[in-house]
């Protein structure tokens, strides 16, 4: 089995080369070989083929569900924001980038196209056994990106390419759940404040 090139510290030629197409029948032997690679990581939610070594315009999305991306376009985008993201690529190198709240795409093995939206939906017109927390549009949000990337990487781009500078800095270091608690108790802080 393949496995993700670290471009830190190898080479990777097809990181910054737009890829082949390829049929769907190939693209799909393809996309089951990354999602194989992402369950035995168990550490990324989406892959595209370049990042393990193979040419061939083919991405797998895990977010809400498995996605597979073959020859895929994005033909709208709405809705500029910030968001911050990594890549598999490129460990602990995590950087700020522009990316779209919504975006509409083509893929060779799906009929017509498909909208990815992280916009905030309306409570009206939601049953009472609907969630109305923030989670599902985080998770949405988070697809959209997701699959915003992998297309970039099936195109040549990595997310450093589009790295913008803010000015957000974290004034206070968060505790993690597994740290003494800061009210002193000698307990973890998953288990006495949280």
Same mark, same amino acid.
């Given at each position: &089995?393949?496995?993700?090139?670290? #471009? +830190?510290?190898?080479?990777? !030629?097809?990181?910054?080369?737009?890829? @082949?197409?390829?049929?769907?029948? *190939?693209?799909?032997? +393809?996309?089951?070989?990354?999602?194989?690679?992402?369950? @035995?990581?168990?550490?990324?939610?989406?892959?595209?083929?370049?990042?393990? =070594?193979?040419?061939?315009?083919?991405?797998?999305?895990?977010?809400?569900? !498995?996605?597979?991306?073959?020859?895929?376009?994005? $033909?709208?985008? /709405?809705? /500029?924001?910030?968001?911050? /993201? =990594? #890549?598999?690529?490129? !460990?602990?190198?995590?950087?700020?980038?522009?990316?779209?709240?919504?975006?509409? $795409?083509?893929?060779?093995?799906?009929?017509?196209?498909?909208?990815?939206?992280?916009?905030?939906?309306?409570?009206? =017109?939601?049953?009472?056994?609907?969630?109305?927390?923030?989670?599902?549009?985080?998770?949405?949000?988070?697809?959209?990106? #997701?699959?915003?990337? /992998?297309?970039?990487?099936?195109?040549?781009? +990595?997310? &450093?390419?589009?790295?913008? *500078?803010?000015?957000?800095?974290?004034?206070?270091?968060?505790?993690?759940?597994?740290?003494?608690?800061?009210?002193?108790?000698?307990?973890?802080? @998953?288990?006495? #404040?949280?």
């Amino acid at each position: &089995m393949k496995k993700v090139i670290n #471009c +830190i510290k190898d080479s990777n !030629p097809l990181i910054n080369q737009k890829l @082949k197409e390829v049929s769907v029948e *190939e693209g799909n032997v +393809i996309a089951t070989e990354l999602f194989q690679i992402l369950n @035995k990581r168990k550490d990324g939610i989406g892959l595209a083929a370049n990042q393990v =070594g193979i040419d061939a315009q083919v991405a797998v999305v895990n977010v809400r569900k !498995p996605l597979v991306l073959i020859n895929p376009k994005i $033909i709208s985008k /709405e809705n /500029e924001i910030n968001y911050y /993201e =990594g #890549c598999l690529s490129y !460990p602990k190198k995590g950087v700020h980038t522009k990316r779209f709240e919504t975006i509409e $795409i083509t893929s060779d093995n799906v009929e017509g196209s498909l909208i990815f939206s992280g916009v905030e939906t309306s409570t009206e =017109g939601k049953g009472s056994w609907e969630k109305s927390d923030d989670s599902d549009r985080d998770l949405r949000l988070l697809e959209t990106v #997701c699959v915003q990337h /992998e297309i970039d990487h099936l195109n040549g781009i +990595i997310c &450093m390419d589009r790295k913008i *500078e803010t000015s957000y800095k974290r004034t206070e270091k968060k505790v993690g759940r597994n740290e003494p608690c800061p009210c002193g108790s000698g307990k973890k802080y @998953k288990k006495c #404040c949280q």
